[in-house]
């Protein structure tokens, strides 16, 4: 929903790099972003330009919740570093989805507002072969003493294994470092046929597991609610709550990833991406009993897109980011952490 330009939600690919070859990344498939180029070939920044560039994009946005993607973000950890307590502090609530390949910087943990999400391909034989080097060992060693979110992707391979699901939430509850555990189901682009993909009745199974697990294991941060819309997911980005609250924005700071995160043209009858399905659950929740929040906000996104489109005719089009050798360069020691807002996200 843009709300006279504001997008509630941002997300930004803040590099192009990542150390890691998982097949099946959607963020470096052809289609990704919708064009000629690719996110490998797409330019991208680094130090100070990553910084101001990243700030200008959010401060044009102005979004409430800001999740930094690649690529792995801790490819530019130094920027990271400088750029985490600048967003906190204007009431930003951060989250950075990584790969933890390296070693989370100290601190982030203790940040009120920051959440460091970690991406794990299911139990050790499976995930160590498809995202070395970021091994079981390397993730144990990278978290040791910060606080973070397992998310997990499931696939119908992981489906097929009985108590797969139930050893993978057991191993990872029981490290003191993981805070949240999330499972979304892999979410394939249309006509794609991989043996990834889930069928119907292995959704309802999954669906049914996690049901079951989220009563024994109180980091699996699930509710039900949530959980029973995987059943009955979007059938189109116009449904999609998340994709119509979100924006995507590329490595160079400017390109736009479209219709949601996945890029391309997702399969949205078989979408599983578990923030899809939070705000989804919201959309359901009916006030005073009858009136649907979903309904709301259609209405709403309606006046706020016209808004938009108004004051975007009478803008000057924003210029890109300076690029990196017009600008200092990073040092590689960050400076001294600002206070984070204590307003509530």
């Not at 000629?36 to 979004?63: C, H, M, N, W």
């Not at 999609?240 to 949601?260: N, Y």
Request: hydrophobic share 35%; glycine share 6%; net charge neutral.
């Amino acid at each position: 929903m843009i709300l006279a330009g504001r997008a509630p939600s941002l997300s930004i690919e803040i590099t192009r790099e990542c150390p890691l070859r998982c097949p099946g990344c959607y963020a470096y498939e052809d289609n990704h972003l919708g064009g000629t180029e690719t996110l490998r070939t797409l330019s991208d920044f680094k130090g100070e330009a990553l910084i101001q560039g990243v700030l200008e994009v959010v401060d044009r946005y102005k979004p409430l919740h800001l999740s930094i993607v690649g690529g792995d973000p801790l490819v530019r950890y130094r920027e990271l570093e400088v750029l985490a307590p600048l967003l906190i502090d204007r009431g930003i609530h951060v989250q950075v989805v990584t790969s933890a390949f390296r070693r989370i910087p100290a601190g982030w943990g203790s940040l009120e507002h920051m959440n460091v999400s970690v991406s794990i391909d299911g139990l050790q034989p499976e995930h160590d072969v498809r995202r070395k080097p970021a091994t079981y060992d390397r993730i144990l060693k990278s978290i040791h003493g910060e606080k973070i979110t397992v998310h997990c992707t499931v696939t119908a391979q992981m489906v097929d294994r009985p108590g797969y699901l139930e050893e993978f939430v057991r191993f990872w509850a029981a490290q003191p470092e993981v805070e949240k555990i999330w499972f979304s189901l892999f979410t394939p682009q249309i006509g794609a046929d991989l043996p990834e993909i889930l069928s119907p009745a292995q959704r309802v199974k999954v669906v049914h597991e996690l049901m079951e697990l989220r009563e024994r294991y109180s980091k699996l941060d699930l509710p039900r609610s949530v959980l029973q819309q995987f059943l009955k997911p979007p059938s189109s980005p116009d449904e999609c709550i998340f994709a119509q609250t979100t924006e995507t924005i590329s490595a160079d700071l400017k390109t736009r990833i479209t219709p949601c995160q996945f890029g391309g043209e997702p399969d949205c009858s078989q979408c599983g991406c578990v923030a899809s399905m939070g705000l989804a659950a919201i959309g359901d929740y009916k006030l005073a009993g009858f009136i649907p929040v979903g309904k709301i906000f259609t209405a709403s996104n309606a006046i706020g897109k016209a808004l938009a489109r108004r004051r975007a005719k009478n803008e000057p089009p924003v210029p890109p980011p300076t690029r990196p050798s017009e600008l200092v360069t990073l040092s590689a020691s960050a400076p001294e952490r600002v206070p984070a807002t204590t307003g509530k996200q």
